[in-house]
């Protein structure tokens, strides 16, 4: 039996934020890395445009969530990096609770307990 490939999600609003603050827990990364690193990571499941991405970055550094600067990237080029601040990691934690409640909440609608017990 063939696995067919899975089709992707779309981006409920807000969620690309915390995508992306999450993405530079790890380390600064220019908006092409990120949005590979999130491709990569959901498994193909989360594709990130252009159009997206960066109206999202631009409004994380507005917030003070991130800042950027100019390096050069592994090609030479110049590039813009994005990096996490302190009031970014704070806004993640917050997120990622958020998420977490609400993912919870969806499983137990999807799955409800009673009904596996029948």
């Known amino acids: 039996m063939s696995r067919q490939p899975p089709t992707r999600v779309?981006?409920?609003?807000?969620?690309?934020?915390?995508?992306?603050?999450?993405?530079?827990l790890r380390r600064p990364a220019h908006g092409h890395a990120i949005a590979k690193h999130i491709q990569r990571t959901s498994e193909d499941l989360l594709q990130v445009e252009t159009g997206s991405l960066y109206p999202a970055l631009h409004r994380l550094e507005a917030k003070g969530w991130i800042a950027a600067s100019w390096e050069l990237s592994d090609k030479g080029k110049r590039a813009r990096y994005y990096r996490l601040t302190p009031r970014g990691r704070k806004q993640l934690a917050t997120e990622q609770s958020k998420w977490q409640a609400f993912s919870r909440a969806i499983g137990l609608i999807l799955n409800p307990m009673d009904e596996e017990a029948r």
């Open 10 to 24: 779309e981006l409920l609003q807000g969620t690309l934020d915390v995508l992306i603050l999450r993405t530079l």
